[in-house]
């Protein structure tokens, strides 16, 4: 029987969500499967993959063949190196020893990546959030400003402008007057 190793949708329109499983490649996308070895959601940044590491190299190893999304997938998580590091040991190119600390090293520099990426991505939100309250600030400033012009120099102005007409206007009586 060919096995595939594939995801099934679940969720809802617009908002997937994948189950990934071992099928014969002849059962339906969402239909029966032989066993489930993870979850996948694209919908977090960066997508949230959980999968059972062992199981699904036994698989993979065993000769079940991924669908391109859980080869990118398992790449991602390191099954495909393994396979391939696994691959080098049979062949007599490397230790089982030397094997082991190239996946080690691969998968602690992945773990820097994906935690330098959250951290990037928690601190643009966090500067786009004070750039918003400084906007909000600014324009708060603004509409204070803009009111305290409506309200205060309209009285101060017109007060002025006719005491100066009041005078000039006495001062062009008592000139006539005379």
């Given amino acids: 029987m060919?096995?595939?190793i594939r995801l099934q949708r679940h969720g809802k329109k617009g908002k997937p969500f994948y189950y990934i499983v071992v099928a014969d490649s002849r059962a339906p996308r969402d239909g029966r499967f032989i066993e489930r070895l993870g979850s996948y959601n694209p919908?977090?940044?960066?997508?949230?993959?959980?999968?059972n590491f062992d199981k699904t190299f036994e698989w993979v190893d065993n000769g079940a063949q991924p669908t391109d999304t859980c080869r990118a997938i398992l790449s991602y998580k390191g099954v495909m190196y393994k396979k391939h590091l696994k691959g080098g040991v049979t062949k007599?190119?490397?230790?089982?020893e030397?094997?082991?600390?190239?996946?080690?090293?691969?998968?602690?520099?992945?773990?820097?990546?994906?935690?330098?990426?959250k951290s990037n991505l928690a601190s643009a939100k966090d500067d786009a959030r004070k750039a918003a309250l400084a906007a909000e600030a600014k324009k708060k400033e603004d509409r204070a400003t803009a009111i305290a012009a409506?309200?205060?120099?309209?009285?101060e102005e017109e007060a002025p402008a006719t005491e100066?007409?009041?005078?000039t206007a006495t001062e062009e009586t008592s000139e006539n007057a005379e």
Avoid: S, Y
Avoid at 43 to 51: E, G, L, M, S, V
Avoid at 150 to 155: E, F, L, S
Avoid at 164 to 167: M, N
């Fill in 164 to 167: 100066e007409a009041v005078e």
């Fill in 150 to 155: 409506k309200n205060a120099p309209v009285a």
């Fill in 43 to 51: 919908n977090t940044n960066p997508a949230t993959i959980d999968i």
């Fill in 92 to 96: 007599g190119a490397l230790t089982q």
């Fill in 2 to 4: 060919a096995t595939k």
């Fill in 98 to 117: 030397q094997a082991d600390a190239k996946f080690a090293e691969w998968v602690d520099q992945k773990e820097g990546k994906i935690t330098g990426k």
